[in-house]
């Protein structure tokens, strides 16, 4: 199971995320969770980071982006009935971190992954500190690695990864959306849910990366998105092949302020 950050917007979202997952193992199912960064997180992680490279050492711990990033996740953790050790200790390195860049006025490709994993690290935190509170999660015990993410999905890489090398039968990526969509409803109010989709055709539409594509053919696995605020909606299912006989055009994608 697989959720975006925006399946967990707000404490309420996470509740309703935590219910998805109880459904599941009530049901019989052994899932792994597998967790965005929450919300815009990562993008205003990457807008700091540019931001501590010119601010000055002093201001480092000033910057707009991360006392948004801290107060978003200390929000949470209050309002989830959690304690804010969970994310505390996490967020302070990572001022210490931005403190740095403002101090050695460099950014490395090593500090950026670095930077960039605060966001799922503390969404991890946090999801398995609210299981455990309810009593259905697990122990987490935390080791330090060297870091290295996988770029903008990779959150579906891991995920794609994971459900390969174990075997397992689905993805279930939870989105904010019904399903997948003949065109973006901001364009065409009256787009249709599309029931199925192939591995090609979602690359094409840039829904997943074409290695977790590889990966989900490679173990005969196929993915489902699901709206975890309207969970009851049948989705769009992604395989191999499906019918073209219903269908040959699929969805359209458009592009803006593109110059070839």
Not at 56 to 80: C, P
Request: charged residues 20%; aromatic residues 6%; negative net charge.
């Amino acid at each position: 199971m697989k959720f975006c950050g925006s399946s967990m917007k707000s404490a309420d979202h996470m509740k309703e995320m935590a219910k998805l997952v109880f459904n599941f193992l009530a049901g019989g199912g052994n899932p792994v969770v597998v967790l965005s960064a929450i919300g815009k997180t990562t993008t205003n992680l990457l807008v700091a980071a540019g931001k501590a490279l010119s601010c000055g050492t002093k201001e480092a711990s000033k910057i707009h982006e991360l006392a948004i990033t801290k107060e978003m996740h200390f929000r949470m953790i209050d309002d989830l009935g959690l304690d804010r050790s969970i994310v505390s200790g996490s967020l302070d390195e990572l001022e210490r971190v931005f403190t740095a860049i403002a101090m050695m006025e460099e950014l490395t490709s090593k500090t950026r992954d670095y930077i960039v994993s605060f966001g799922e690290n503390v969404s991890t935190r946090i999801v398995s500190a609210y299981l455990n509170k309810l009593g259905k999660g697990t122990c987490q015990e935390w080791e330090s690695y060297a870091v290295n993410t996988c770029g903008r999905g990779g959150a579906d890489l891991t995920a794609a990864t994971i459900a390969r090398d174990m075997g397992a039968r689905e993805i279930q990526v939870w989105k904010d959306v019904d399903s997948v969509l003949t065109c973006d409803l901001t364009v065409c109010t009256n787009a249709i849910p599309l029931p199925n989709l192939t591995f090609d055709e979602a690359v094409e539409l840039g829904l997943f990366g074409a290695l977790s594509m590889q990966l989900a053919m490679e173990g005969g696995i196929s993915i489902i998105i699901k709206n975890s605020y309207n969970p009851e909606a049948p989705g769009t299912v992604i395989t191999k092949t499906r019918d073209m006989s219903k269908s040959v055009l699929t969805s359209i994608v458009l592009r803006s302020n593109i110059t070839f």
